[in-house]
Nanobody, 129 residues
Framework: QLQLVESGGELVQPGGSLRLSCAAS????????IGWFRQAPGKEREGVSCSASRGGTTNYKDSVKGRFTISRDNAKNMVYLQIDSLKAEDTAVYYC??????????????????????WGQGTQVTVSS
């Protein structure tokens, strides 16, 4: 059974940093594209970063470029999202999601929510002083 479990969300002050983790089980992460999404209260879920399968490219929402860094450890079946210089507007529930598997092609990734088939339960990030 394919599962994704996020962790690492917490209350942090503006300007602080966090590393969110996403643990995958039931499948080999290498063949899947992974995305990080967030949903703030009253807003639609939006993609903030993604990492394509099989060593493909990464992508970021424009507003988070330079502050968010996605990485993965395929051997550990883990995906991470490093968030630096946190702002109040980063407050949201953060989700990791997967699409695939891809045995060929798909060396680029998408931030479109509807393209992802598997979702974790989310982890809350609150940025406040």
């Amino acid at each position: 059974q394919l599962q994704l479990v996020e962790s690492g969300g917490e209350l942090v002050q503006p300007g602080g940093s966090l590393r969110l983790s996403c643990a995958a089980s039931g499948f080999s992460l290498y063949y899947y594209t992974i995305g990080w999404f967030r949903q703030a209260p009253g807003k639609e879920r939006e993609g903030v970063s993604c990492s394509a399968s099989r060593g493909g490219t990464t992508n970021y929402k424009d507003s988070v470029k330079g502050r968010f860094t996605i990485s993965r450890d395929n051997a550990k079946n883990m995906v991470y999202l490093q968030i630096d210089s946190l702002k109040a507007e980063d407050t949201a529930v953060y989700y990791c999601a997967a699409r695939g598997p891809f045995l060929s092609g798909q060396r680029m990734c998408t931030l479109v929510t509807s393209e992802y088939h598997y979702w974790g339960q989310g982890t809350q990030v609150t940025v406040s002083s």
